[in-house]
């Protein structure tokens, strides 16, 4: 092959519009994209939880997963569990009532449900205080399930030992004596107390199968404590757009 030849096959190819591509991308400015606000980022961003951020979000993003504080969040997302309870103790109660059916599974919804409702009066956020709210809470409507038929137990039980002491007694001049003060309040403490303790008297009544639902009951109540746990937030960073972050620590 002639040198003309050779010299024209090389001017040809055209090497010098590959250099010139390479050096525009070279010369190209760098940027990241923040997930969340969608803004270009051309100087420093945050890693959270393996996602982008700017700064800006950053603080927005760590603001709203913090643990409401006050009496107020507290007290509302404790109104909204509180219902949720009632209305999953109903559930339990008609299940065991109409259905003559004892479904432990009723538990889980009841943790279901109050937690949801907490995290719903909690502004969608969670922390320590409302776990263990819910789990209270939940805890509580399952011993309300029990209640209505403990009572209306123990009401019959009263009249037909009244019946038959008032069947072997024949004075009928007996005056009945006044209530000592307090006695109502002393009434609905021990009241309170009862129905505190029917979820252990169930169980413990029913053994061995009253471990089954001592295990559903547990269920239940984790469920409304992972419901209203804290959300999880790892902020890394900040790192300089285009260098290369650290590695991420295990």
Known sequence: MSDQETSAGAGDLQFDRVVTESAADASAPVAATCVNCHRSIDTEYYDINGHVCCGRCRAAIESAAETPRGIMPLAVAGAFGLGAGIVGAIIYYAVI??????????????????????????????????????????????????????????????????????????????VPRPAPRGGLFVALLMLCGFIAALPVLVIVGSLPAGLISAFIMFIGMRQAWQMTRAPFVQVLGPYRVGAAPPPTPA
């Open 97 to 174: 009532a109409i259905a003559h059916l004892e479904i432990g599974i009723v538990a889980i919804l009841i943790g279901y449900m109050v937690g949801y409702s907490v995290r719903k009066g909690a502004g969608g956020r969670g922390g320590r205080r409302f776990q263990i709210l819910a789990v209270v809470l939940t805890y509580v409507s399952i011993a309300l399930a029990y209640s209505p038929i403990a009572i209306k137990g123990t009401i019959d039980s009263d009249r037909k030992t009244g019946q038959t002491q008032s069947a072997g007694s024949g004075n009928v001049g007996d």
